[in-house]
């Protein structure tokens, strides 16, 4: 049986729900491989818990995809990612259509089915290249670095990295904003009329499960980077239900207290990088869980529509001010 893998992104913005974001990016997950035929998903109150939205918008994505052929549910097992032969009809109907409407509308214009390819090809290629000023928001020095840099190469567009301290004021400028998904109603709430685009970055599946699974009376270290990480980790591990463990946090910052945090703990929860920085002595006797958060390939590509988006809109704007002005 496939085990829970994979991860996710979600954007919050005024006009389109959460849900629907939260499912098309499921939906990327699935159509570019990432998530694999009889891959487990989380249940619906651990994913919930971790993204901190309502279960009953988790729920409803869960019953929409699988409506669409996307997701298979088999009553106390789990949700499952349906076999590639029971989803392919559903996810290619859609395009088929609108290539059936292209192909009458070519024919009704005189138009030859090499006559269209062209024409794609063309429009493809006089794509808008203008660049717009995006700015991502993040609350700590340290998560700031690692994913700013991760945006700006998967992007392919300068990116300006800012703290949430001071987005207010620096980040008014922007033609894009972008934050973690955590932080979305803080900036959501200095720029209430713009939208807010939400990356969210989670462990794989198998490990947030392996989080959530954790037995009661153990001892579990959370170590971060910094104080205002590890508190956020903290948040993250309660809301995805996690139940009679006893929590220790601490940060790289003060090398004493994450000594004391792992003295007699059975496990430490830490990113890859924060591991590899802690004295292998320290975690001689301690259970380790990689939990690192990665950019990912719906996070990519939901930015990156947003910016052929804005490209689109800001070429379609000189083109009716030339015509305006002629």
Partial sequence: MGQPVGTLTAALSPDVPIGEQLKA??????????????????PVRTLAGYLRVNRNTVARVYR???????????????????????????VLRPLLTLADHLLAAGRAAGLSVEDLRGLLSAHVAAAPTATPEVVFVECNEADIAYFHRAIEAAVGVPVRAVLLNGARR??????????????????QAMFPKREVIGLVAVPDFATLQRVAEQPRDRILAIVCATEEGARGK?????????????????????????????SGADAVVASPRVLDRIPGAWLADVERIAFGATLVDGAVALLRQRIDAWRWARERGAMASATAGS
Avoid: W, Y
């Fill in 64 to 90: 929409e995809l699988e409506a669409e052929g996307l997701l298979d549910t088999a009553a106390g097992r789990g949700t499952f990612v349906a076999r590639r032969d029971e989803r392919d009809p559903a």
């Fill in 234 to 262: 903290e948040l993250s591990i309660r809301s995805i239900g996690v139940r009679g463990v006893r929590l220790r946090t601490a940060h790289l910052a003060d090398l004493s207290a994450v000594r004391a945090a792992l």
């Fill in 170 to 187: 620096a980040a008014r400028t922007a033609d894009i904003l972008c934050t973690t998904f955590f932080h979305v109603e803080a900036v």
């Fill in 25 to 42: 990016q499921i939906r990327v997950q699935i159509l570019n491989g990432r998530l694999r035929p009889q891959d487990r998903l989380p």
